[in-house]
């Protein structure tokens, strides 16, 4: 496992509101911990040979240690550039993106269609799920800001949407 995708794992760990997630494979034993009042830790042990474990203090999840956890649906932002009559719909999860269900169906949406609040605009794949990405919003699509089968991060811009 390298550090990008331990970094992936802190991420999606904070974003999901678990306190504490434990992760054992082979020779790497992970801990992860949120909360007010601890800090995120990772453990590496090393293999038997050399039982020497290093411990790799991480940021708080949060900015504010009294600041409320963030929503998991929430997927929608005000874009503040020259495209600020537009909303930018974001990713809510870390995965693959998706822009149809299976290879031989048609696509969930293209630009120019018209959209409602619940339809769904995407699905991304993260470990093994598949997870619809459903609008927030009614408007219309005016760019799909990424490609099919694309990898995507927490909080990447995937749409934006015209709400006139």
Same mark, same amino acid.
């Given at each position: 496992?390298?550090?990008?995708?331990?970094?992936?794992?802190?991420?999606?760990?904070?974003?999901?509101? %678990?306190?504490?997630?434990?992760?054992?494979? &082979?020779?790497?034993? =992970? $801990? #992860? !911990?949120?909360?007010?009042?601890?800090?995120?830790?990772?453990?590496?042990?090393?293999?038997?040979?050399?039982?020497?474990?290093?411990?790799?203090?991480?940021?708080?999840?949060?900015?504010?240690?009294?600041?409320?956890?963030?929503?998991?649906?929430? %997927?929608?932002?005000?874009?503040?550039?020259? &495209?600020?009559?537009? =909303? $930018? #719909? !974001?990713?809510?999860?870390?995965?693959?993106?998706?822009?149809?269900?299976?290879?031989?169906?048609?696509?969930?949406?293209?630009?120019?269609?018209?959209?409602?609040?619940?339809?769904?605009?995407?699905?991304?794949?993260?470990?093994?799920?598949?997870?619809?990405?459903?609008?927030?919003?009614?408007?219309?699509?005016?760019? =799909?800001?990424?490609?099919?089968?694309?990898?995507?991060?927490?909080?990447?811009?995937?749409?934006?949407?015209?709400?006139?």
């Amino acid at each position: 496992m390298d550090i990008k995708e331990i970094q992936n794992l802190i991420k999606f760990v904070a974003k999901s509101g %678990a306190n504490e997630v434990k992760l054992e494979m &082979d020779d790497i034993k =992970i $801990t #992860i !911990k949120t909360g007010s009042d601890s800090e995120t830790t990772i453990v590496h042990q090393v293999p038997a040979a050399a039982q020497v474990p290093q411990m790799i203090p991480m940021p708080h999840a949060t900015a504010e240690p009294n600041a409320p956890a963030p929503e998991a649906g929430k %997927a929608v932002s005000t874009e503040s550039t020259e &495209d600020s009559k537009y =909303i $930018t #719909i !974001k990713s809510p999860i870390i995965g693959t993106f998706y822009r149809k269900p299976a290879p031989d169906k048609p696509l969930f949406v293209e630009v120019g269609q018209t959209i409602g609040e619940g339809d769904v605009l995407c699905i991304i794949e993260a470990m093994k799920l598949f997870n619809e990405i459903e609008s927030e919003v009614s408007g219309k699509i005016v760019k =799909i800001l990424v490609d099919d089968a694309s990898p995507v991060e927490f909080d990447q811009p995937l749409f934006l949407v015209d709400p006139s």
